[in-house]
């Protein structure tokens, strides 16, 4: 008896065109970049301008979404497999994708999301040593193609976001330990120079309301870029 020469078949996903109205904007970076500060002031200056905003946070947001983030940074064990917090984390994303992500951008919202596919691939890619290739794969097959229109990646030295997670007590991932958050930034770092169209990288360390006017100036050419465009195929 002969097997078939073994192939990789791995997850085809439907990548058609995005047509919604809405825009995608999501936030990454490693631990204490300062993401939550820069999200709630963006949605404030984003309301003012008259859009409607949505956001989230992953995991969290979805009844599921907050289960899960209880289970992975507080309940699990040290040793928990990486492929059950990816798998884990993949649920959440899943249904905040369902629940909350795909309604905001038919319905024309400007969607800003602490954390999405990237975390995954950056974390339980390069951090625990999972391929990353077949983590981008995943994040494609469980939110069914969504990607983001922008990603900013705020970017902190280990040493400084270690200082700032001080402020509070550590949860399991944050206690990783430094070599898994070096290699969480140069994972980041990696992503960002080959996706150049669609990251913007910025510099944490720098001034809140520096961080702040630069996230404006990219949020506002993706919005310019993206919705004639949209209004148009529609
Ligand atoms: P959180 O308290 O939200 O951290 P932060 O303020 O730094 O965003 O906790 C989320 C943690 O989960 C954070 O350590 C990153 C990690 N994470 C992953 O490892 N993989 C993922 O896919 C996501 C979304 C988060």
Known sequence: MSLAPARTIFLPVQTAPRRDPGLLVTFEGGEGSGKSTQIERLADFLLDEGHEVVTAREPGTTQVGEAVRELLLRTAREDLSPESELALFLAARAELVAEVVRPGLEAGKVV???????????????????????????????????????????????????????????????????????????????????????????????????????????????????????????
């Open 112 to 234: 800003l999301l602490d954390r999405y596919g990237d975390s995954s691939v950056a974390y339980q890619g390069y951090g625990r040593g999972l391929d990353p290739d077949r983590v981008k794969a995943l994040n494609a097959y469980f939110t069914r193609g969504l990607t983001p229109d922008l990603t900013v990646l705020i970017d902190v030295p280990v040493e400084a976001s270690a200082e700032r997670s001080r402020q509070r007590p550590a949860d399991r991932i944050e206690r990783a330990g430094r070599s898994f958050h070096d290699r969480v930034r140069s994972g980041y770092r990696e992503m960002a120079l080959n996706e150049p169209e669609r990251f913007v990288v910025l510099d944490g360390t720098d001034p809140i309301d520096t961080v702040q006017a630069a996230i404006r100036d990219a949020v506002l050419e993706a919005l310019a870029e993206r919705i004639p465009t949209s209004r148009t195929e529609t």
